[in-house]
Every structure is written in C-alpha cells, then in structure tokens.
C-alpha cells in the first residue's frame, strides 16, 4: 500500500514539476526575447524574468529532496541533506520575495491614494521595490548563518560540556525555527497588506466611477482587478505551501507518519507549479504568446494527422 502511495504521489510530484518548470521557462524565454529585441526591460518583467528563474531552481530542487528521501534514502547523507536544505532556502528566499515585490509593484503601480507618502513611493515604485529587495538580503544572509551553524552542530560533535552541548543545539534549532517562520511570515503579511490596500483602492475608484455615472467597465477596473487575482492567487496557494512545510517539519521532527510528510510535500509544490501558469495568464504579453504558441501547436498537429 505504501509503495502504491509512493508511486502516485512520485508521479505527481514530477508532473508538477515538469509542468511548472514549462510555465516558468517559458515566462523566462517570452521575456528574455522581449528584452533582447527592445533592448530594455521594465521593472515588472524583470521581476517576472527572475521569480521564473528561481522557481525552476526550487522545483530542481524539490525533485532531487524527494527522489534521496523517499525514492533513493542511501544517497542522502548529513552532507548532503545540509546542501540541498541551504540551496533550498536561498531559491525559497527569492521566489517569495520577488513575488512580494511584484504585489508591491502592483500597488504603487495601479492603486489611488491621495496621500503625499504613497504618491512619493508610486512616483519611485521601481526604486522603491529594488531597495525592498536589497533590504531583504541583510535578512537572508543572517538565516543562512543561523542555518550553517545548526548544520554543524548537528554533524560535528561538540568538544565541551555535555549540557552546554545540548543547549547550543536547543538555541540553534530554535533559532533556525523562528527564522523560518519569518521568513515565510514576513512576505506573506506584505503581499496581504498590498492585496487590502488594492481592494480599498478598487472600491474607492468604484465610488468615484458611480457619482460621475460612467458605470464600472473601464480599463482601471479591469487592471485593478486583474492585479488582486494574481496576488489573491499568491497568497492562497502560499497559504497551503506554508502549512504544508509547518506540517512537514512538525511531522519529520516527531517522525510519526512518513505518508503525511510525503502528501504535504506534494501540496507544497502546488505553490510554485501553478502560480506561474496564474502570472501567464494575468499578463497581457504573456498571455498573447501563450496563446499564439497553443495555436502553432494545433496547427502542427493537424499538418501531422
């Protein structure tokens, strides 16, 4: 029963995997072109360019954890799972906050507020979301020093007093916990925050719109409400990928059900498999040669049959 498990949650992973790494290569490539031909590049699609690139790499990786947990075990030494676990969290770190900035982005970008703070931020949306960005590394760095010294200490043994042995390992352990919760926090109250600010913008411009009687369907409304899909989508399935990794962790900590922790990695994956096709689709450019390309595709197989 459990090897049956092990095979349709194995053929799920890779199908998410292999489907997400697509979309998010072919978000990279449509822009990389696009770059190439204009010579230039805007904020957001540099952004876009760049969560694609990091999301390919987290699916890398979340292929290679599954295969040495629960495929292939014997390779997965203390070594290794250290290196995979640090790679992890750097592609982590910048698939959520280049998501991040992209909900910024849309709110400095499309939202209307009469405050002087928010139209100083709106006039310096790319210089602002760039300086978040940078800001986010002083984090990131500290995580990964946190995460490096639990490592060794988990494969090295301490030359010292035995209680002090054990305390450095509590603090250490904790530490990389709590980190790990901000991480994931963080980002997802700031992209919360956007999605609020963008549906409070929405209303008001809604208001407005009635009291001068030219009705709801304009262009603003449309690019509004397309902004607070994508993030809306961001946040629901980052919902479900940090329960899965709370559960995931929980599980692999107390080692109670091996089953439960390889249905949560499967979820997990849910988050950077299918946000992307959301982005292609939310994306006027994308969507365009998205569509195009299903269409040469269909033409080809009908000159085949």
Known sequence: MLNLLQSILSILIIVQCVLGSSANGFIALVNCIDWVKKHKISCADGILTALAVSRISLLGIIVFNWYGTVLHPSIYSSEVKTIVHITW???NHFCLWLATSLSILYLLKIANFSSLLFLHLKWK??????MILWGTLVFFIVHLAVISTDAKMQMNEYKGNITWESKLRNIAHLSKMILFILANLIPFTVSLTAVLLLIFSLWKHLKRMQLSGKGSQDPSTEVHIRAMQTVISF????????????ISVWNSST???????????VFGTLYPSSHSFILIWGNKKLRQAFLSFLRQVRCWLKERK
């Open 89 to 91: 969290v750097v592609s």
């Open 125 to 130: 949306a790319n210089r602002v979301v760039l």
């Open 235 to 246: 946040l629901l399935l980052f919902v479900i990928f940090f329960v899965a990794q709370i």
């Open 255 to 265: 080692q109670q059900n091996n089953s439960l922790h390889m249905i949560c990695k």
